[in-house]
Structures are given as structure tokens and as C-alpha cells.
């Protein structure tokens, strides 16, 4: 599904590397979680393959299904099947959320030849998944994000992603900030939308998202590499242990 090899990327204004060979392959049907202590590169990872610009690729490659997607622009990035659950996810005024959802449904749909959806078809649909994420209609007529709380913002990236159907999804510390409950609904939200021609890759700082949702593989992200891939007893260690033992036995 993802194929990753050694990715180089530095700010474009700044002499500053910041990923430095990064490999990495998520199959479909599999989960991958990325952990590793705060500034090693995760989010730049995934701003990197969503095409957020102010970065520079110096070095490597990134394939979704053979093609190169880093010379994609971000939309036909994610026409190919990728998308991004932001660590921040981003209000957008005066633009209602289900206006948002249906636009970017349809743009995507038409990008891969399917007919768009019907406005009683979309409701439908986006009523039934706002529902499973209790999102409630109200939420739903609102300015994207808009005075949402924390974990409203992160159940709203998550019914995006219901929404979109993507091939590769990449969440980033959609854990971070909420509640256990919240938690709780992101994950079933995500555990639904596990399917054998998906595939996933989860950055968390935390094991305990893990918890909910059972990863197939488990990396540890460190000063821009991968210095340590295991199953999901790698990130019980981190929990018990901290990142300070995985860094001493790689240097
Ligand atoms: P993580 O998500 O693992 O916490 P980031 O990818 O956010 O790490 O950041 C990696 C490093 O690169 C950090 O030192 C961060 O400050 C720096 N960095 C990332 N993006 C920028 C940027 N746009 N401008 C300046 N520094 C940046
Ligand atoms: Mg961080
Ligand atoms: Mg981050």
C-alpha cells in the first residue's frame, strides 16, 4: 500500500534536517503505529506524505500502490486514497462542516470517475457514521471545527475519514487531548473502518490509543529514523520503560 524508503527531508527556509532515511512499508489491511519522543520527525512524516508544503524531500521515495506521490499535488494526493487526521486539526470559519464533508466527498468521487452523491444520499450516509461517532446534527451544521471542543475536533477528523473511504489513512496523536471516552470513540471509529484493503498508520506518543486499537506493527521514531520495529509488545515497553532504553541499545 505505502512503501518508504529512505526519506530525506529538511525545512525548505532552514539548513534543518529533519527526517533522516526513513523506511517504511504499511500493507494493506494492517495497522502501523509510529511512536517516538516529541520532535523526532512524526508529524513532519505525515505532513511529508499529505503534501504540506515547507518541506523538502532531499533524498528517497514515497509509493501509495506504486505510484510516486511526493511530485502530487495534496488534493490528488488524496483523490489516490491518502488521508491525514491532523495533531491540530484546523477551524475553518464561515464554511459549514456538512458543506465541507459533501464538496470533498463529491471532488473525490469525480476524481475517480464515480458519479457524485445525491444531497439525500450524502445526508443519509453522513448521518448514519455521525451517529456510530456521536456527532450530532447540530455539530454538523457548524463552521468546520469551529468552537468545537478537543475531542469534538478529533471525532470530526475521524468522521472525515469515514466519509472519504481512503485507501491509506494516517492519524496523528488523535489521542492526544481527549478523554477516555473520546478516545474510546475514536478508536471504534477507526476499529470500523479496518478492511483488509486499508491500510493505517498511527502516530501516537502513548501506548494507551493502542489499547483500542490493536496494531499489527509497531516503529519507534527517533531523531528523524526508525531505530527499533517490533509487534505491539514494543509499545507496552515504551509505556513500562520509557524511550531512554530503546535509544541506549541503538546507539
Ligand atoms: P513530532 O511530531 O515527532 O513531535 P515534528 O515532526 O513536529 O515532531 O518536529 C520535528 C522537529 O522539526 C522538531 O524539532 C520541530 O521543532 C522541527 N520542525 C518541524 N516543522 C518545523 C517548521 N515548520 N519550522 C521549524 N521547525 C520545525
Ligand atoms: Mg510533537
Ligand atoms: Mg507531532
Known sequence: MLEIKNLHVKLEDED????????????????????????????????VLSGRDGYEVTEGSAELEGEDILELEPE???????????????EIPG?????????????QRKARGEEELSASEFLKIIRAKAKTLKID???????????????????NEILQMAMLEPKLCILDETDSGL??????????????????????LVI???????????PDVVH??????????????LALEVENNGYAGILAEEA
Open 204 to 214: 501516537t506518543h502513548y501506548q494507551r490509543l493502542l489499547d483500542h486499537i490493536k
Open 16 to 47: 534543518k534536517q529533519i527526517l533522516k532515511g526513513v523506511d517504511l512499508k504499511v500493507e494493506a489491511g494492517k495497522v502501523h503505529a509510529i511512536m517516538g519522543p516529541n520532535g523526532s520527525g512524526k508529524s513532519t512524516l505525515s505532513y
Open 179 to 200: 478523554d477516555v471516552d473520546a478516545m474510546k470513540l475514536v478508536a471504534e471509529g477507526v476499529n470500523a473502518l479496518r478492511d483488509e484493503g486499508r491500510g493505517f
Open 76 to 90: 490528488e494526493r488524496a483523490a489516490a486514497g491518502m488521508f491525514l487526521a491532523f495533531q491540530y486539526p484546523v
Open 95 to 107: 464554511v459549514g462542516n456538512m458543506t465541507f464533508l459533501r464538496t470533498a466527498v463529491n471532488a
Open 137 to 155: 446534527a447540530e455539530m454538523l451544521k457548524r463552521p468546520v471545527n469551529v468552537g468545537f471542543s478537543g475531542g469534538e475536533k478529533k471525532r
Open 220 to 233: 519507534i521514531l527517533a531523531n528523524g529514523r526508525i531505530v527499533k520495529t517490533g509487534g505491539p509488545e
